[in-house]
């Protein structure tokens, strides 16, 4: 579906309806949108956004990228959620000619290699990785794009190795609902690749006592958004992620962020080829308080070898009690709505089964 500066499609599908619905009621003015958080780090929950807020953040995106009126854009992230709205938002705003598709694994497999281009598009890890595994189709698309943002989700080692087959500059983003998107970037491939996050212009961070991030910003209507995000800050415009303050796992009463757990386990299956989505969760245990675990999504058990080079390579870099207790293999992992990785419910259904 195409949405032109002063052309509104007849929707052909219900999720169609769904973008052209909020497209009319922003060009009819209207002040206020609600809309609901991911509920990847908790309960999904309803935040009221203004619409000066929704249109400085397009704004700041459009300038941090070098939008132009009349540049092409792919909108393939559920409008559902704030990723996707404000897809459609930078559309009207920077008067963009949007290509509007339901989410799906490829979005770019209607297209055309060589006769299609957008200048600008925004996809989740998970359609990066299907991007580049049909590389021959994509990667001219992918190509020609002034800049390809990769945000919902954390961008693993192993994406972020085949990400430097894409000529086109490719930013992971910082940002969440509250935050009305992202508000910081960080270039993952290319001669200027870097672990550090770049507050984007106008955009006031710090820290608080325990080193979460806190942020200010026109999008945030000028209000301090505190989160549970631990950050080592660098300078005022740029920070290093380092994990969540409250995934901490506390084993033996000894502190582990599962973030630094899951970045080793990273390393190993990139230097084994390895492909595979992962994470590592504080599980309760009787002696230890928690327990660390991972859970893997695999067809099969890992053979003994291994896991065993796993939890040595674990235990030079950050010590015996990094060391997961439990390696499980799950043959799927359960989703959130925007296609996150739903940790406590995964971890739930281990546990009833578990206790069952």
Known sequence: ???????????????????????RAWLSGQSSFTLHTSGSTGTPKPITLSRSQMAASARLTGQTFGLQAGDRALACLNVDYIAGVMMLVRGLELALELTVVEPASNPLQM????????????????????????????????????????GGAAVDQALASRLQAIEAPV????????????????????PDQTELFRALEGVEIGVDNRSCLFIKAAATDYQTVQTNDVVELLDQGHFRLL??????????????????????VAGVL????????????GVPDERLGQQVVLFLEAENEWPES?????KNAIRQKLGP???????????????TPTGKIDKKRIVATFLTGKNA
């Open 1 to 23: 579906m195409r949405i032109a500066p002063g052309y509104l499609p007849e929707p052909q599908s219900d999720y169609e309806a769904k973008a052209v619905r909020f497209c």
């Open 111 to 150: 297209f055309d290699a060589h006769a299609d281009s957008f200048a600008f598009a925004a996809f989740v890890p998970l359609q990066m990785q299907t991007l580049l595994d049909q590389g021959g189709h994509s990667l001219p698309i992918l190509n020609r794009m002034k800049a390809i943002l990769v």
């Open 171 to 190: 930013f992971s983003t910082y940002g969440m609902t509250e935050t009305v998107s992202h508000i910081a970037v960080r270039r993952i491939n290319g």
């Open 243 to 264: 994990g969540r303050a409250d995934s901490i796992i506390n084993t033996g009463g000894v502190k582990i962020q599962p973030e630094r757990v899951e970045e080793v």
């Open 270 to 281: 990139a230097q084994e080829h390895i492909q595979g989505r992962f994470f590592v969760y």
């Open 306 to 310: 291994r896991m065993e080079a796993l």
């Open 321 to 335: 009690y990094a060391v997961p207790k439990k390696i499980l293999a799950l043959r799927e992992f359960q989703e």
